[in-house]
């Protein structure tokens, strides 16, 4: 028999970096390894205290650098194998990139990228772990950290729903389709094409979705399995 590539259009959430050991702020009561999110992703944070911002996101940074890919980050950059896979995710970390996956969109931004505060398509590769207060780009602006902040705006948003709207199979994992505009990228994926929800806490998606109702590492490779044996309708 031969074997059909299929695009494979995956979302990832915070869920799915958490079991690599990257806190996610929603678990924590609105706070963020003991930060208000007012005051550490959100223009007016960066307006009030520029030192304090870099210095939380600095602290992001290496430990990001620490952490390994877990089950789940595995299993979808294996499944490019054998299936065109796209993964857009609202994570700041590299763990898929780390993990093999080649085509990840990040729809909030990298920790490992800074951009220009005056000029914001001015955009730098970062090989070490500090932003610093005198830090500037090349039209002499302090650097920030290139992670889009609440109340800001998600420059990425229209190529993800490109990507969404050509998927043969669509993924949800890790995240609680809280957070908008991403949690509406399911709705632009096309009648008739099944749309996976990897996670241990549904309890309110009805039948839009086949639920999985496990944590990434061990309900990535069920998914990928029915994927690969043929696309099902029902949970797994």
């Known amino acids: 028999m031969t074997h059909v590539r299929r695009k494979i259009v995956v979302l990832s959430g ?15 009561d609105g706070l963020w390894e003991n930060h208000r999110i007012e005051d550490v992703a959100t223009p ?6 520029k030192a ?23 299993a979808l950059a294996e499944l490019e194998k054998t299936h065109d896979v796209f993964i857009i995710t609202q ?16 729809l909030h931004g990298s920790l490992f990228e ?14 070490h772990d500090e932003i ?29 729903i490109d990507i969404a709207f050509d998927a043969e199979a669509f993924i949800v994992v890790g995240t609680s389709l809280n957070v908008y505009p991403a949690a509406g990228l399911y709705t632009y994926v096309q009648h008739g094409v099944p749309i996976y929800l990897v996670d241990p806490k549904n309890d309110n998606n009805g039948a839009k ?10 309900g990535l490779p069920k998914v990928i399995k029915q994927i690969h044996t043929g696309f099902h309708t029902e949970g797994l």
């Open 91 to 106: 994570n700041v970390d590299d763990l898929h990139e780390r993990a093999g996956s080649t085509n990840v969109l990040h």
């Open 114 to 127: 800074s951009r220009s505060t005056v000029d914001p398509t001015l955009i730098y590769k970062m090989d």
């Open 44 to 49: 007016e944070g960066w307006r009030k205290d």
């Open 14 to 28: 915070a869920g799915i970096s958490a079991e690599s050991g990257i806190q996610t702020f929603r678990d924590s």
């Open 52 to 74: 304090l911002v870099l210095k939380f996101y600095n602290d992001r940074r290496a430990l990001a650098r620490k952490v390994q890919p877990n089950t789940g980050h595995l």
């Open 132 to 160: 610093k207060i005198g830090d500037k780009c090349e039209r002499g602006s302090q650097l920030r950290p290139n992670i889009v902040w609440f109340n800001e705006a998600v420059p990425a948003m229209e190529a993800a």
């Open 209 to 218: 979705f086949i639920c999985v109702n496990e944590a990434a590492s061990t």
